[in-house]
């Protein structure tokens, strides 16, 4: 089995930044692109930022100049270091791995999804 676990949510005033932090751990061969994802009240969920194995990256538009995403490869661990937050960030934010596993013993493909962390930004 895989977990995804997320931590570094919180409540944070207008301008201001939190660092998430989503580690995986199981019978990991190999995690291809690991994203965030954010869900609002009301609101579809959303792609916010998501990273290949090899580092490469890509933002919404809300959020580009902003938001960083980044990975360490060695603790199966992405980031997403959130700078000059606003209300409208204000959501659950879920963190997703495209991964390989061993499955009885059997490379297998599998997505998995953390159980999301609660971001509220005060204006």
């Known amino acids: 089995q895989v977990q995804l676990v997320e931590s570094g949510g919180g409540l944070v005033q207008a301008g201001g930044s939190l660092r998430l932090s989503c580690v995986a751990s199981g019978s990991i061969l190999r995690i291809n692109a690991m994203r965030w994802y954010r869900q609002a009240p009301g609101k579809q969920r959303e792609l916010v930022a998501d990273?290949?194995?090899?580092?490469?990256?890509n933002y919404a538009d809300s959020v580009k100049g902003r938001f960083t995403i980044s990975r360490d490869n060695a603790k199966n661990t992405v980031y997403l270091q959130m700078n000059s937050l606003n209300p409208e960030d204000t959501a659950v934010y879920y963190c997703y791995a495209d991964l390989q596993m061993l499955e009885r013993l059997v490379p297998t493909s599998r997505r998995y999804w953390g159980q999301g962390t609660q971001v509220t930004v005060s204006s």
């Open positions: 990273i290949t194995s090899g580092g490469s990256t």
